[in-house]
């Protein structure tokens, strides 16, 4: 830090004025950022406040956000929709998480063979895109292919296969298992990579107190990587909270059957462009998208300002 | 100690799990691939075996070359993916080096300011997105598509490449500035050079996300002349949906172009998530 300090005094007074290159360095970032992400946010923030009376767009207040609570067609949508999307994290929090972790802690073992194999392979369906994963699942889970009940025939579990996707009760279960599926490997990315971080010395003195294995994983590294498990958590709620691609391409813009699949971005997607006999309404489109950002918004702060916090005095 | 006597059990247990998991991650995968070569009647009858030449059929790849524009949708995703990561990497590397290199007024709250959409996706804004292009005239235009994945990149890629750019040497610069360089002689030759493995990171992170969007595409470039992969394969799967092989081969093609860059990055990637574990 001193050495830059000393760097920036030696040849400052040459172009003390004014550091244009910092502002040439910076614009093109900042310029594009702005103007593509940052203002249109604010604008569609903005958007949710104004709705259309008598044919002109005018300033209704929290008049939007009252419909889409309280209006008895759009609400029912809207807290179906947000029910759905709290099931979805959770079953993402409950299997996901828990999953990666597990695998990543197997994988960290020291001296495992073929862990590289095993680490890559299990990124692969990460990279794919949600088209590819969530039309070779409903392929695999369709009655007329069979691969699925014939899968389950051979450990003998065939009656307790169902066209999972196309009933109401199950639909919402089985698009999250598959998204699960899809993104298992950023858990185990995120948090191999924090077991790897934990110092020889600290695993040294637990096995010469004697706690090796399992002990050694809950007591030792366990509390240990609760910091990655904060951020993965915090991940996981951005991005759910923010799905659209997979429920689309698996269920269609109307998330059946029976709204029993729709979420947030589908809704949002529905609401704002209009589907089949529904028309497309911008006001009420950015209502429900700045529903979703003070979503994100708190559980990013609630991660930030009290989650982290917590969590750092078990960093190194 | 027990440790000893258990580890052999231990150990084939642990490999019996994550082969069990890494079947679960690939099957699907094996199973679209190897169903692509088949004809339909063997996709049905057989559908786990491997293509053998009594079954072995192109006609789904000869129904997706002939009814889809999948050449064009490739090129499609190639140019926007391509450039907006050069525009992702270029402008972020320039920001992060201001940000990382110089103390002036407002750094942290500039660094604050550009990580915010680290966390908030830009999705949200899409109803005032929509709205800019279509003023502007970008709707249906690549460019369009180019500048929102720009605008998504650029906070991670600052905020990665600004870490790395604070192991730079100040040494080095500090030759280079007594040399007489210019700031933005410093940058390019000397600091550029010098960070080009984050910069490989930041592209490979910066690549998944663009070429497996769906949404903006949808929304921004539903044409046919700017339609990507990821968008081309949406609509051709929703149109030949009871073409069983048309569809496992249009999932293949959609899958190769991924695999093959996975293979050649895979390193450079992992390397990037667990950054700083190379023990």
């Not at chain 1, 030696?10 to 103007?35: C, D, N």
Request: with cysteine; charged share 10%; hydrophobic share 55%.
């Amino acid at each position: 830090m001193s050495d830059t300090e000393m760097a920036d005094i030696e040849t400052v007074p040459v172009k003390r004025p004014t550091r244009w290159h910092i502002a040439v360095f910076l614009a093109p970032a900042f310029l594009v950022y702005t103007a593509v992400m940052i203002l249109p946010l604010i604008e569609t923030l903005r958007l949710s406040l104004f709705n259309m009376v008598e044919g002109q767009l005018a300033f209704v207040g929290f008049r939007n956000f009252q419909t889409l609570f309280g209006d008895p067609r759009l609400s029912a949508d809207f807290w179906n929709a947000l029910r759905n999307n709290v099931i979805f994290f959770i079953i993402h929090m409950l299997v996901q998480n828990p999953v990666g972790i597990a695998i990543a802690a197997m994988l960290s073992l020291p001296g495992l063979r073929f862990a590289a194999f095993y680490r890559s392979a299990i990124f692969v369906p990460t990279l794919l895109s949600f088209v590819i994963v969530g039309f070779i699942w409903k392929l695999i889970l369709s009655p007329i292919w069979g691969i699925a009940p014939s899968l389950m025939d051979l450990v003998g579990l065939k009656w307790a296969f169902a066209p999972w996707l196309g009933k109401a009760e199950t639909a919402l279960i089985a698009v999250s298992l598959i998204s699960v599926w899809q993104y298992v490997g950023i858990p185990m990315m995120l948090i191999y990579a924090a077991l790897l971080n934990i110092p020889d010395e600290v695993l040294e003195a637990a096995e010469c107190d004697g706690i090796t294995g399992w002990s050694q994983f809950w007591k030792i590294k366990l509390p240990l990587i609760l910091p990655s498990i904060g951020i993965v958590s915090v991940l996981t709620f951005v991005g759910n909270f923010n799905a659209f691609d997979l429920i689309y391409t698996v269920q269609g813009a109307l998330a059946g059957p029976n709204g029993s699949t729709d979420i947030l971005g589908t809704l949002l997607y529905r609401t704002f462009f209009g589907f089949q006999n529904q028309m497309g309404d911008r006001s009420m489109g950015a209502t429900i998208a700045a529903v979703m950002f003070l979503i994100i918004l708190a559980g990013v702060a609630l991660y930030l300002f009290v989650i982290q916090r917590r969590m750092r005095r078990y960093q190194f | 100690m027990s440790k000893a006597r258990s580890a052999p059990v231990r150990a084939a247990f642990i490999h019996l799990a994550l082969i069990a998991y890494t079947l679960v991650a690939l099957f699907p995968v094996f199973l679209t691939l190897v169903n692509s070569f088949k004809s339909r009647s063997a996709i049905f009858s057989q559908p786990m075996a491997l293509p053998t030449p009594s079954t072995f059929s192109l006609i789904g790849y000869q129904t997706v070359l002939n009814q889809g524009n999948f050449i064009g949708y490739f090129q499609n995703s190639l140019i926007v993916t391509v450039v907006s990561i050069a525009l992702v990497l270029l402008f972020g590397a320039m920001a992060a080096f201001a940000l990382s290199e110089y103390r002036f007024r407002g750094n942290t709250l500039m660094g604050l300011y550009l990580a915010l959409g680290i966390m908030i996706p830009i999705r949200l804004g899409t109803v005032a997105i929509l709205q800019g292009m279509v003023a502007a005239g970008l709707v249906n235009t690549l460019t369009s598509l180019i500048l929102v994945y720009t605008a998504q990149g650029l906070p991670l890629a600052i905020f990665i490449l600004s870490e790395f750019m604070r192991t730079v040497s100040d040494d080095l610069k500090s030759a280079g500035r007594i040399d007489g360089l210019s700031e933005y002689a410093i940058f390019f030759r000397l600091v550029l050079p010098l960070v080009r493995p984050a910069m490989a990171t930041v592209a490979v992170f910066t690549m998944i996300p663009i070429w497996n969007d769906l949404w903006f595409p949808l929304i921004l470039a539903p044409g046919e002349a700017t339609k990507t992969v990821t968008l081309g394969a949406q609509m051709f799967i929703g149109q030949f949906v009871t073409n069983w092989n048309a569809v496992l081969s249009a999932l293949s093609l959609a899958i190769l172009p991924v695999m093959v860059l996975y293979v050649i990055f895979s390193r450079q990637l992992i390397r990037g998530i667990t950054s700083g574990a190379v023990k």
